[in-house]
């Protein structure tokens, strides 16, 4: 496992983490776990072979990473019934493209 994985990883959840810390705080445990819930999108990686593929990047090829589903997660964080979920999911989308833009696969 690189090093670079491995703040890919600890990003997914510090990042949903600092935003609860940072903007819901009265609510802080609840909105740290729902925006940490976007981390279940990567269920969609255990249809693909391999399951983990350093060289692929994840949006736009699994599923629940797809280019159409991210507009509906902004349409979620913007609505005030699902914006933690939706935070969540986008935090999370977000820090995949970033990760593929990083290792230039986009």
């Given at each position: 496992?690189?090093?670079?994985?491995?703040?890919?990883?600890?990003?997914?959840?510090?990042?949903?983490?600092?935003?609860?810390?940072?903007?819901?705080?009265?609510?802080?445990?609840?909105?740290?776990?729902l925006m940490?819930?976007?981390?279940?999108?990567?269920?969609?990686?255990?249809?693909?072979?391999?399951?983990?593929?350093?060289?692929?990047?994840?949006?736009?090829?699994?599923?629940?990473?797809?280019?159409?589903?991210?507009?509906?997660?902004?349409?979620?964080?913007?609505?005030?019934?699902?914006?933690?979920?939706?935070?969540?999911?986008?935090?999370h989308l977000?820090?995949?493209?970033?990760?593929?833009?990083?290792?230039?696969?986009?």
């Amino acid at each position: 496992m690189s090093a670079a994985f491995i703040v890919h990883m600890f990003l997914h959840v510090a990042l949903p983490v600092a935003v609860a810390w940072m903007f819901y705080r009265d609510t802080f445990k609840r909105a740290s776990l729902l925006m940490l819930a976007g981390i279940l999108i990567d269920i969609d990686h255990l249809w693909a072979v391999p399951v983990l593929d350093p060289d692929r990047c994840s949006v736009g090829f699994h599923f629940l990473h797809s280019y159409w589903l991210a507009g509906v997660y902004v349409a979620l964080a913007l609505l005030p019934q699902t914006r933690l979920i939706g935070l969540g999911l986008v935090i999370h989308l977000v820090l995949d493209a970033a990760d593929c833009a990083r290792q230039g696969l986009w």
